[in-house]
């Protein structure tokens, strides 16, 4: 059985607009992107089975029966999407009533992250690049921790 163009085109564009709207900053928008790509989800497994009779036993034949796999998977898909779902719109309705926006603020390590790759330094690079000499400044507070104890011992 091939799957219906049309089908494959609509799962296509729900999870495009759906992952596209996640990347956003709004909790608003995020949530619409977890319900598109939760029901691009649900129609891409509804095209993978085949046509047939009702599942039941006596009642049809057993090589003219569908696959009723494909159907409680979108069941359970629907019941994780519905509590996303809930969840979100509950941080958001949070964000709008203590901050009057649902905007997802900079993490301050996220923010420094970016600032070293800004300057395109990683977080354990020294100024010389040269890593094998022991007169090189510690770049974080572990290595100066570390580096103070083995100057203490040897002396």
């Known amino acids: ?3 219906n163009l049309t089908y494959v085109i609509v799962v296509g564009v729900l999870v495009a607009a759906g992952v596209t709207l996640l990347l956003e900053r ?3 928008r995020v949530l619409m992107g977890v319900i598109l790509l939760g029901n691009g989800a649900n129609l891409l497994l509804l095209t993978g089975g085949r046509a ?4 039941i036993v006596g009642r049809t034949p057993q090589e003219e029966m569908s696959d009723p796999l494909p159907q409680a998977m979108i069941l359970t898909a629907i019941v994780i999407t519905l509590g996303m ?12 009533h203590l ?11 996220d923010r420094r992250i970016m600032d070293l790759a ?3 330094e990683g977080p354990g690079t020294e100024d010389d690049g040269d ?3 022991d007169d090189d400044a510690p770049v974080d507070g572990a290595r100066a921790v570390v580096a103070s104890t083995n100057a203490g011992s040897s002396g």
């Open 118 to 120: 800004e300057r395109d």
């Open 85 to 96: 779902t809930a969840f979100l719109l509950a941080l958001a309705y949070r964000s709008w």
């Open 26 to 28: 709004s909790l608003t």
């Open 52 to 55: 047939g009779g009702p599942p």
């Open 99 to 109: 901050n009057g926006h649902d905007e997802v603020q900079d993490d301050v390590e």
């Open 131 to 133: 890593a094998d000499t």
């Open 1 to 3: 059985m091939t799957p």
